[in-house]
Antibody, heavy 118, light 110 residues
Framework: EVQLVESGGGLVPPGGSLRLSCAAS????????MHWVRQGIGQGLEWISG???????YYPGSVKGRFTISREDDKNSLYLQVDSLRAEDTAVYYC????????????WGQGTMVTVTS | QSVLTQPTSASGTPGQRVTLSCSGS????????VYWYQQLPGTAPKLLMY???QRPSGVPDRFSGSKSGTSASLAISGLRSEDEADYYC???????????FGGGTKLTVL
């Protein structure tokens, strides 16, 4: 079964850091671009980073410099290092696979919750 | 404030046809494909439509997509109770160099 499972979320104070992980299974991880999308409570979806198969990375301006996406293909794992966290970073963080044929996010994890609070 | 504009809510009765809209600009919808995602309550988003009007395998043909200029639409015919969900449009924005989503439309089946 094709699956993505996120972990690493939790409570963190403002200014703190977290490393989110996404474990992939059921497909050849190294062949796919991977992304992170977040969703504030009761809010819409926000794309926050992407990484290509060659390790090229992409970020929107809102998180550039604070978030770092990376991957370890031999471990079928995707990561997101989130630093200098702010209250507005409180959200569910999803990892998603980009399927080249569709040019879209076709597989999503169940999400991991990050709460920034003092 | 989302780059793509979607109505906050929509509703319909079983069997009805409803159309959800998504409005953007020349730097996003006007020059790129549009995608639609369905998010059932308490679950992760699911890809519903890609490249404006293509359905992934497993998506019923009750769902159809279209794009004209800087706007896109998702139509759902033969509305069913299980279609009650949030629907998000998405595309690439050339000016922002970012994937952008609409704010989402909450569809209620009355």
């Amino acid at each position: 079964e094709v699956q993505l499972v996120e972990s690493g979320g939790g409570l963190v104070p403002p200014g703190g850091s977290l490393r989110l992980s996404c474990a992939a299974s059921g497909f050849t991880f190294s062949r796919y671009d991977m992304h992170w999308v977040r969703q504030g409570i009761g809010q819409g979806l926000e794309w926050i980073s992407g990484i290509g198969t060659a390790g090229d990375t992409y970020y929107p301006g809102s998180v550039k410099g604070r978030f770092t996406i990376s991957r370890e293909d031999d471990k079928n794992s995707l990561y997101l290092q989130v630093d200098s966290l702010r209250a507005e970073d409180t959200a569910v963080y999803y990892c998603a696979r980009r399927f080249q044929t569709y040019d879209a996010f076709d597989i999503w994890g169940q999400g991991t919750m990050v709460t920034v609070t003092s | 404030q989302s780059v793509l504009t979607q109505p906050t809510s929509a509703s319909g009765t079983p069997g009805q046809r409803v159309t959800l809209s998504c409005s953007g600009s020349s730097s996003n919808i006007g020059s790129n494909y549009v995608y639609w995602y369905q998010q059932l309550p308490g679950t992760a988003p699911k890809l519903l439509m890609y490249r404006n009007h293509q359905r992934p395998s497993g998506v019923p043909d009750r769902f159809s997509g279209s794009k004209s200029g800087t706007s896109a639409s998702l139509a759902i015919s033969g509305l069913r109770s299980e279609d009650e969900a949030d629907y998000y449009c998405a595309t690439w924005d050339d000016s922002l160099s970012a994937v952008v989503f609409g704010g989402g439309t909450k569809l209620t089946v009355l």
